[in-house]
């Protein structure tokens, strides 16, 4: 039985004996350290590793005493440091250096501490990270040109050094910078999550993201990753001749695409305003101007619900190319994809795991892409023949397709509109096929105020959309340039917006406007950056591929004590 009346099995009593003697055999060998070192008239005293204290106690220590070097006149963060070389550059130029020597070179370095390891009082070893990489510093008093205990003291893991010193190599082959002077620039004042254990909760990762960064590789090379993507479509379009251009985020009216906005107040116009939901009707007047070739990669808003591939505000490509139709899209889709596929993962073949499975599955970018045109494929699943697409804006088109979704048990909260009813079937029959990069095509103009409609079949327009992995990545269409037309359309949209739908648009009169200058025939294309992000980095989380992803508030708590100055 334990001194605290616990009782212990024999086995713990075995293990905690031989973890006392362990003890005691530690406390006698550096016992013998210690007469050895007063025997040659050592006097300073031996730096070991800091102790693993509770963090909030750990925080309020370092606190006092970065404090304490102010106090006595130090400057804990320096305003310079003069870096001679990258860490990138130092590995490629001193990696051939030979085991167990060094260069005469003299060079200086900075990043952040990951480990701290000791070999006695004279050597000291730390990894040093930046830039993605990594090195060794070993600090060996031998070649200091500083007091090395009282600077070595200092150094704790997390602080963001400076080192000055000769590129080498350790015995055993370890790329190392051996310096002459250690300089701390940044202290860090908390406690980083040990090596080992690493920095894995998700929901303390998204909300503190810098400490990700800091603790996880591959989380920093997802958002390199992303940036790729970004210029690669960048410029893919700019050597198809397009212009990037920038658009208001704020508007009088929100267009452009079929959502619920934020709103926002003007103050010195007494005016509330609308975050934008998409660029389409600024990037469709800019054509009309004569810029037959435009886009946008910028934020849009919407005020809709927070999900797995969902977030409040998104980045998306927005292109409009005068004369071309969505079959140019669709061949433009096909090539800046797989090309893009390519490119950041070097072949066709993407590894992509959803959420829940076991295993990844496999997402094949070569192209052509599939084609399924829509009412169509509804019928063959539904085993049912749709009535002509023109009668879904009347009672009895919209009735069909709400007994359809009543009898097959697919669920459309309310307002139960024709384009709210078929958006669920797509979703709940089309969509869930199409794993491969598909084109679903040829929607009907219920659910398209903004597209032209097909030239051969009435009721439908010439819409696609390209999902990846089960989930919408793109949406094209021939763009609607008939003024008397598209006003018919939104005035559509504003009856749907008094019944109830937070997601119709209201009528833009000054697109409007724009429109009776003529459009000319008009390709437009929106893509969204997240999701394919998401799909080509192995992300099922949007989270996962947003720097700073929308959170809910954390509840009220006591917060750390701020650093005392």
Known sequence: MSEGGEKLSKNELKRRAKLEQKAKEKAAKEAAKAQEAAAKGVTKKVV??????????????????????????????????????????????????????????????????????????????YDLRGEGLKIQVMANASFAEQDFEAVHSRVHRGDIIGCTGYPGKTKKGELSIIPKEVHILTPCLHMLPTLHYGFKDKETRFRQRYLDLIMNEDVRQRFYTRSKIINYVRRFLDNLGFLEVETPM?????????????????????????????????????????????????????????????????TSMEFYMAYADYNDL???????????????????QVKYTPMGAEEPITVDYTPPFKRIPMIPELE???????????????????????????????????????????????GDLIEVQCVNPTFITEHPQIMCPLAKYHRSTPGLTERFEMFVATKEIVNAYTELNDPFVQRAQFETQAEAKAAGDDEAQLIDENFC???????????????????????????????????FPAMKPEEQKEEAPPPTS
């Open 513 to 547: 406007t724009s429109l009776e200058y003529g459009l000319p025939p008009t390709g437009g294309f929106g893509m969204g950056i997240d999701r394919l992000v998401m799909f080509l980095t192995d992300s099922y989380n949007i989270k996962e591929v947003l720097l």
């Open 48 to 125: 070991k590793e800091e102790e693993p204290l509770d963090p909030g106690k750990y925080h309020e220590h370092r606190c006092k005493t970065i404090t304490g070097y102010k106090e006595a006149g130090e400057n804990p963060y320096p305003h310079k440091f003069n870096v001679s070389i990258s860490l990138t550059d130092f590995i490629e130029k001193y990696g051939g250096v030979a085991d167990g020597s060094h260069s005469e070179d003299v060079v200086s370095v900075a990043g952040r501490v990951h480990s701290i390891r000791e070999s006695g009082a004279k050597l000291k070893f």
């Open 380 to 426: 063959r699943l539904l085993k049912v023949k749709f009535p002509c697409a023109t009668t879904f804006k009347e009672e009895s088109g919209r009735k069909f397709l709400d007994d359809l979704c009543v009898k097959h048990e697919i669920d459309c909260p309310a307002p139960r509109t024709s384009a709210r009813l078929l958006d669920k079937m797509v």
């Open 330 to 348: 669709m061949e433009i889709a096909e090539q800046m994809i797989s090309g893009l596929a390519l490119a950041v993962t070097g072949g066709y």
């Open 250 to 314: 704020m508007n009088v009216v929100a267009g452009g695409a079929t959502a619920k906005p934020f709103v926002t107040h003007h103050n010195d116009l007494n005016l509330d305003m609308f975050m934008r939901v998409a660029p389409e009707l600024y990037l469709k007047m800019l054509v009309v101007g004569g810029l037959d070739r435009v886009y946008e990669i910028g934020r849009n808003f919407r005020n809709e619900g927070i999900d797995m591939t969902h977030n409040p505000e998104f």
